[in-house]
Structure formats: structure tokens, C-alpha cells
């Protein structure tokens, strides 16, 4: 019996791992005007990214409130060390700290991200990670590729331009500079408490100029934990 029943799990995670692999050659930008649970899981079937606008931070933030709420704070980010006031000093006209979880947990903000992302997540879910960005000066990201069920892209403050790229454009974009990318993308122009569900496979560039706050909430599935951990 024991035999019969790992067989069937082996079976579901390989379907599964399958399922995550299937894309929308002729996806569409979905625009939602909520965060209905309801609404974006029977969205998400269509594999397409969703954009959901007035999507409220449910906790009060702003990057100068972050900096006097967390004085002499200093972030490690990919072997460097940095002052959180760094950004609001007008001396220092660059700033850049990419997807850091310790700086999202430790100044309060992975549960308010986890529960803007709860309508995309459901039974099986698991491996959540929330993490912040912080930027200022022009900035413009290495082309990266959702790999995750869940993938969520949470503007808190400022703007930035994001780019997304059908995985069907793959060989088009290999191998080229983020900046060379762009014409085969969906631009997408990010304000505040503008939501972006970006689907599995798909790539993307993120570009800024002015001093912004980004929140992103990630998760897998039991089926497909091992599978998006070592690819």
C-alpha cells in the first residue's frame, strides 16, 4: 500500500512540476480592481500576468518613515554592508538594495506582504518569502525569470517601469542586455498600491529613476518546493 501511495505522490509532483512549465503564447495583461480571492484564482488559470490596481499596504509606510523608525539601521545586502539613511541623504545620489528578506522582516513588513498575497495562494502553498527593494538614482535590474508558483511585485512607494517577457520570446532575449530587451515586452508603468502577479516562466527588468519602495511575495507548492529550490 505504502509503494502504491509514493508512486501516486511521484506521479502529482511530476504533473505538477509539468503544470508550472505551461505557458500562455497569446497571454494578455489581466486588470483586476481587487484583491478577490476568488476572482485571481480563476484568473490565474489563463496564465496570464495580472495587474491589480488600489490593492492598499495594509501597514502605513513611506521610505522616510522606515528610516527614522529604524535609526542607525544598516543593511547587508550581497556582501555589502550600507546605511539604511543612505537613501534619504541628499549627498548620495545612488542607492540599491534588491529583494533583501532580512530588511523586509526586521522592520515589520513580511506579514503585511504575506497577507496582500494571500488571495494568490491556496491549500498547497508553501515556502513563502516576502523581501523589499529600495532604490534611488537610475537603476535598471539584470533580466530575471520567475521561477516561483507565486510571484508578486507590490509598488509601496515611487515608480519604476517593469518589463515582462513571454517565455515564447526566450531565444530572442538570450544573451542580451537588459536595455536590448525591451521590444519584446509588456511595459508596465508602476505606481503606488499597484499589484503585479508575474507567471511562472516569464522574464523580467525592472528600471527606476526617482527613490522607490517595492515589496515582493513569493511561493511554491508542496509538489514543486525541491523542484523551484534547485533549479
Known sequence: ???LAL???????IY???ELHKFNLNATIIQLQDLNSATIQNRLKERSPIIVHNARFPKPSSIKDIVQDN???IV???GKQVMLSTIVDDNASQFSIQRNQALCQDIGFSDALSE???GFRHSLSCNVRNSLTLSKGPTITRTKESVHDVHLLY???GSATLYLINPKHKEDISGKAPSHIKKW???INLKPHLLVSIPPNWFYVIESKEPMLQGFHEADTYPTFLYNVFR
Do not use: C, F, N, T
Not at 508512486?7 to 509532483?13: E, S
Open 185 to 187: 515586452a509588456h511595459k
Open 7 to 13: 508512486i501516486a505522490v511521484i506521479i502529482y509532483i
Open 16 to 18: 505538477s512540476v509539468r
Open 76 to 78: 547587508k545586502d550581497e
Open 155 to 157: 509598488q509601496i512607494e
Open 71 to 73: 535609526p542607525g539601521y
Open 1 to 3: 500500500m505504502w509503494l
Open 116 to 118: 496582500v498575497g494571500s
